[in-house]
């Protein structure tokens, strides 16, 4: 069993930068593959960027290759999503997930956490 909790998020100016965290709790998190998915208002939750258990293999969607950075501690459970250049286009819910692979899609996750909101006003 894991537990997610998200923070970081907020309102910033387009170009800005956030940096999202999620702290885990449990004690296998260092076994697990980790996600980022965003849900804007009014769509359907989508894969951002994935970090394989090691930090071996990450995954972005293009959209925000070069401007996000995947990134894990597994000496402190937490994923970090280090957020540049960030446009009004990336304003979404945040969430980030564990699951067995680095995968892209929600049914790959198996615990989730509550969502931090990241607004970039333009």
């Known amino acids: 069993q894991v537990q997610l909790v998200e923070s970081g998020g907020g309102l910033v100016q387009a170009g800005g930068s956030l940096r999202l965290s999620c702290a885990a709790s449990g004690r296998t998190f260092s076994s697990y593959a980790m996600g980022w998915f965003r849900q804007a208002l009014g769509k359907e939750r989508e894969f951002v960027a994935a970090?394989?258990?090691?930090?071996?293999?990450?995954s972005y969607v293009d959209s925000v290759k070069g401007r996000f950075t995947i990134s894990r501690d597994n000496a402190k459970k937490t994923v970090y999503l280090q957020m540049n250049s960030l446009k009004p286009e990336d304003t979404a819910v945040y969430y980030c997930?564990?699951?067995?692979?680095?995968?892209?899609?929600?049914?790959?996750?198996?615990?989730w956490g509550q969502g931090t909101q990241v607004t970039v006003s333009s």
């Open positions: 997930a564990a699951g067995s692979m680095v995968g892209r899609w929600v049914s790959d996750y198996d615990y």
């Open positions: 970090i394989s258990w090691s930090s071996g293999r990450t």
